[in-house]
């Protein structure tokens, strides 16, 4: 199971479920507001540590397809991580060679605030085989 809530702090939450198969779709917005359509060439990636910092293991780094706005997460890519709370961005890699994050929004006082980056939520599983 996968699915996006929001914080107590008010920011984006993902949840997913250790071990499962899932994928979610990133809308992609430019500053005005109306929808960005990716190129063939350009994909994100998905990274999540368990700190907000360079300094932490990145645990997952995930690409989309070229011209995806999908990340596919697969068994393999959490079966090994204990459940909780860690840290996570989606960054748009464009045709021109730029990479901007698109994911997490952080504005106001979450900008500078640790605790918005506790926003990758793996949730133990309840029956396992």
């Not at 979610?24 to 350009?42: Q, R």
């Not at 960054?91 to 952080?106: C, H, S």
């Amino acid at each position: 199971m996968i699915n996006v809530t929001q914080s107590s702090y008010g920011y984006s939450v993902i949840n997913l479920t250790v071990g499962d198969d899932a994928s979610m779709t990133v809308e992609l917005n430019t500053d005005d507001g109306s929808a960005y359509e990716m190129s063939n060439s350009e994909y994100l990636i998905f990274n999540v540590r368990e700190k907000p910092s360079e300094e932490s293991e990145l645990l997952i780094d995930l690409r989309s397809e070229n011209g995806s706005n999908e990340i596919v997460f697969s068994h393999d890519d959490t079966k090994d991580l204990e459940p909780g709370y860690y840290s996570a961005e989606i960054q748009l890699m464009t045709e021109d060679g730029k990479r901007i994050t698109v994911w997490p929004v952080l504005t106001g006082n979450t900008k500078t605030s640790k605790s918005n980056r506790k926003n990758f939520c793996l949730m133990t599983e309840v029956v396992y085989e």
